[in-house]
Nanobody, 121 residues
Framework: QVQLVESGGGLVQPGGSLRLSCAAS????????VGWYRQAPGKQRELVAS???????NYSNSVKGRFTISRDDAKNTVYLQMNSLKPEDTAVYIC???????????????WGQGTQVTVSS
């Protein structure tokens, strides 16, 4: 089906920046939304940022003004630019693409493998 391959995670100091990438193995059709989630130890998975098919972009309150989600359809890639990173941003970041059922395919919900982001001095 579709594989989402993530990259860009790592260890950074507070105030630093990272750009996460999520590349799909092929073109994906009938997309409802693309987004980035994160999950920290002891916490539930949190939706960090998303782009809905209608074009709206949403961010969690904790990352507004610091993170930017974008997409490059020609490269089948979704990005998450993370600036002014804080220790509380430390988590596994996971890419997600979901879509609705059509006459040609079933609904789908694809997830990346997750990439670790650690913010520490």
């Amino acid at each position: 089906q579709v594989q989402l391959v993530e990259s860009g995670g790592g260890l950074v100091q507070p105030g630093g920046s990272l750009r996460l990438s999520c590349a799909a193995s092929r073109n994906i059709f009938s997309i409802n939304a693309v987004g980035w989630y994160r999950q920290a130890p002891g916490k539930q998975r949190e939706l960090v940022a998303s782009i809905i098919s209608g074009g709206s972009i949403n961010y969690s309150n904790s990352v507004k003004g610091r993170f930017t989600i974008s997409r490059d359809d020609a490269k089948n890639t979704v990005y998450l630019q993370m600036n002014s990173l804080k220790p509380e941003d430390t988590a596994v970041y996971i890419c997600n693409v979901n879509g609705r059922k059509t006459r040609w395919s079933t609904a789908y919900d694809y997830w990346g493998q997750g990439t670790q982001v650690t913010v520490s001095s």
